[in-house]
């Protein structure tokens, strides 16, 4: 029996009108990605840094080591989502967003606050607090918004995770065309923007982020690769502005006007979520109408039903011992056997892409393995990307070089994340590809990016942007994508954000204590060779390939470690990945569709 309920307010007969539509639209499934994408496209201020990190180095006289320290707490709270991935386990995916966006907000407003001197100077604990809590919201916006996609698209995990993370590479471009638009060339009017506007658009799609029923759709893979042709659209006009930007100058007229540009690619996709949505309600209208038509012949003409003449004859008995409970179906049979710990099966996981528990995953060697190849390869790749700023500087290139640096990486980020994404999808189902060698080739392929650094070879530092950018943005969809498929879904909140994990552990190492450590020790050097001393608050400068040239050397050998490291699971998975690793999502689908 299937009833069909009519959100319009009209009773059996009627049709759904317009506002039903409305309806179907804001609660539906495109419109939650749609969300999603608005929401990740703001999220990512961890990645822009190196555009304020200048700001707070001069206004509170940092040394080196003590800004890469600030970088290390940065991507520390960016990273360590443990704690949103629990809540999340708990509770709807909007009291996710909801702390995310406080979080957003107090970090760096306090940042901002101190920066412009409106407060007095913190300590550094501090501020290592203040940045931590601020990127910290980044993790609970990934959780709630990126984890609830995942498990909505269960099929399409690797396309949805590339085109999700992919708005999140973008973001630095987004949100650096908003702020000159808004506040014009003022850097540090940048720390209240990204306090405020992720927040603000978080608590507006609060409503429309949540899970929903499994419901597999033949055209999904051709909704979200129309998706991918606006964010290629935006991503294709982000890269002309800036190109042009870096030609002319420009005022906060013409910055106004491609911010309008960007703002209409931005909202372009809900022209999609209408259209997919308009498809769905039709079907639901005309199979309303269906059954309302069934139910009125039914109803004028009631068939005749005749029964056996021993039945017919035989009064009806009510024998308890042959009478059904309607609940029996869908009662579950009493647990009779004791609580098990969940300490006694932490050594014996079930079949990989079965469902694992988190300590489960947490004591596995393939989990083992993914946070030291995460933390070597995206730790190394974050390192450069948080320094490109103080490489640009001490090897020369003018400040709008350094800017033109910062939106390069952004987009590349951007083109990493989706390429990885989908390309992993498509090679896996075609061609059965499995994901943790894709990793490895694009570990192998950051290493090159690393050695333009550590020479620094004329002008190489355009290349190396684009190379750092690619490299980090493709190995997070990549990360992701095979803790799902290895893990299962059931904790994914929490196991997402222990692979993330890594990437701070890295970035502490191979930052704070290599290039942060060397850099700082050739600057003092320099000033004794040149006589002069540091004064009392004044920042550590260093100039010359020699500033970074062995940091990246080292950093070279580790990211060349964890591509090998990545390649041992390309060989314990390579059976794994042979088979089938959908089907019990199309079973499930499948299911759904018939009730």
């Known amino acids: 029996m299937v009833v069909l309920a009519d959100k319009s307010g009209g009773g059996v007969g009627g049709s759904p009108g317009l506002g039903s539509y409305g309806l179907q639209v804001l609660t539906g499934r495109w419109f939650m990605v749609f969300a999603s994408l608005l929401i990740l ?21 940092y040394d080196q080591t003590t800004l890469n320290l600030l970088s290390f707490f940065k991507d520390l709270g960016g990273n360590i ?4 991935g629990l809540i999340m386990e708990v509770t709807p995916p909007w009291v996710v967003l909801s702390m995310g966006a406080a979080m957003n907000f107090v970090g760096y407003f306090m940042i901002w606050l101190a920066v412009t001197k409106r407060i007095a100077k913190p300590e550094v604990w501090q501020m290592c607090l203040y940045i931590c809590i601020g990127s910290n919201s980044q993790a609970f916006a990934n959780t709630g918004a990126l984890v609830t996609c995942v498990k909505n698209f269960p099929e399409s995990r690797g396309v949805v995770l590339g085109l999700l993370k992919g708005f999140v590479g973008l973001s630095g471009a987004i949100i650096t065309q908003l702020f000159h638009a808004f506040y014009g060339d003022n850097s540090k009017s940048l720390i209240l923007l990204i306090g405020w506007l992720p ?4 608590c507006i799609s609060l409503p429309t982020i949540r899970i929903l029923k499994i419901v597999g759709r033949s055209n999904e893979l051709k909704i979200f690769y129309r998706l991918l042709y606006i964010s290629l659209a935006l991503a294709g ?32 996709p809900l022209a999609v979520v209408f259209r997919e949505e308009f498809k769905i309600w039709k079907i639901k209208r005309q199979m309303f109408d269906d059954a309302s038509d069934n139910l009125k012949v039914v109803t004028e003409n009631p068939p005749s039903i005749e029964l056996p003449h021993n039945q017919a ?7 308890p011992q042959h009478e059904e409970n309607p609940l029996s179906a869908i009662q579950p049979a009493a647990n009779t056997q004791h609580p098990v710990s969940c300490w006694n099966n932490v050594f014996r996981p079930p079949e990989r892409g079965s469902d694992y528990t988190i300590l ?3 004591f596995s060697i393939d989990m083992l393995i993914i946070f030291i ?35 390069l990486v952004s987009i590349w980020n951007y083109l990493g994340r989706v390429t990885s994404g989908f390309a992993s999808e498509m090679l896996l189902a075609k061609y059965q590809f499995p994901r943790p060698l894709m990793l490895t080739l694009v570990l192998l392929l950051s290493c090159t990016g690393h050695l333009l650094i550590a020479f620094g070879v004329p002008n190489s530092l355009y290349v190396a942007s684009v190379i750092m950018g690619f490299c980090f943005g493709a190995q997070w969809p990549l990360i992701y994508a095979v803790i799902s498929e290895l893990f299962g879904l059931k904790y994914y909140s929490t196991l997402y954000n222990i692979g993330a994990a890594a990437s701070p552990f890295g970035a502490y190492m191979l930052n704070v204590r290599v290039a942060g450590n060397l850099y700082d020790k050739m600057a003092k050097k320099q000033l004794a060779v040149n006589g002069l001393a540091r004064k009392q608050g004044e920042d550590l400068s260093c100039n010359g390939t020699e500033c970074y040239k062995l940091a990246f050397l080292i950093i070279t050998v580790a990211t060349l470690m964890g591509s090998i490291v990545s390649f041992i699971l390309v060989i314990r998975t390579r059976k794994f990945y042979k088979g089938d690793i959908y089907k019990k999502f199309r079973e499930q689908a499948e299911r759904s569709n018939q009730h």
């Open 41 to 61: 496209s703001m999220s990512g201020a961890t990645y822009m840094f190196g555009l304020y990190s200048g700001d707070i180095k001069s206004s509170l006289g």
């Open 81 to 84: 989502g443990i704690i949103s």
């Open 199 to 202: 927040a603000a658009i978080s």
């Open 237 to 268: 006009f982000l890269m002309i502005i800036i190109i042009v930007q870096n030609i002319f100058i420009f005022k906060r007229a013409e910055y106004a006007g491609s911010v309008s540009v960007v703002i209409i690619l931005l909202l372009a």
């Open 313 to 319: 004859t035989q009064p009806a008995t009510n024998n």
């Open 360 to 362: 489960q995953a947490l």
């Open 373 to 407: 190849a995460t933390a070597f390869g995206v730790g190394g790749t974050l390192t450069a990307i948080d320094n490109l700023g103080q490489i640009g500087r001490s090897l020369g290139y003018p400040s709008k070089s350094i800017s033109t640096f910062i939106s």
